[in-house]
């Protein structure tokens, strides 16, 4: 992986992560934390993409984007239904 990809990954997990906790209406995590949820979310996001058979990059970068923001959207579900029990 160049730099130049990891830093295009790095900036797709930050905005996924600030695009979820936007839509979950959770509190603010603030760029490391929003990078964190957003690269989890876009391993998350591809992996249930793919169970269900769906190309996660097929869209190119906006592909990429909404992959990761629904990842990060269900990481953050679950982490609320976790911090509620």
Same mark, same amino acid.
């Given at each position: 992986m160049s730099i130049t990809s990891l830093i295009i990954f790095l900036a797709i997990g930050g $905005? @996924? =992560?600030? $695009? @979820? =906790?936007?839509i979950m209406n959770s509190k603010?995590? =603030? *760029? &490391?934390g929003n990078v964190i949820v957003g690269v989890v979310g876009a391993v998350l996001g591809g992996f249930v993409f793919n169970l269900l058979g769906?190309? @996660?990059?097929a869209g190119g970068l906006l592909g990429a /984007?909404?992959?990761a923001t629904v990842? @990060? /959207?269900?990481? $953050?579900? &679950? *982490?609320s239904i /976790?911090?509620?029990a």
């Open positions: $905005l @996924a =992560g600030w $695009l @979820a =906790g936007k603010r995590f =603030g *760029i &490391v769906l190309n @996660a990059n /984007i909404v992959t990842g @990060a /959207i269900m990481l $953050l579900y &679950v *982490i /976790i911090k509620k």
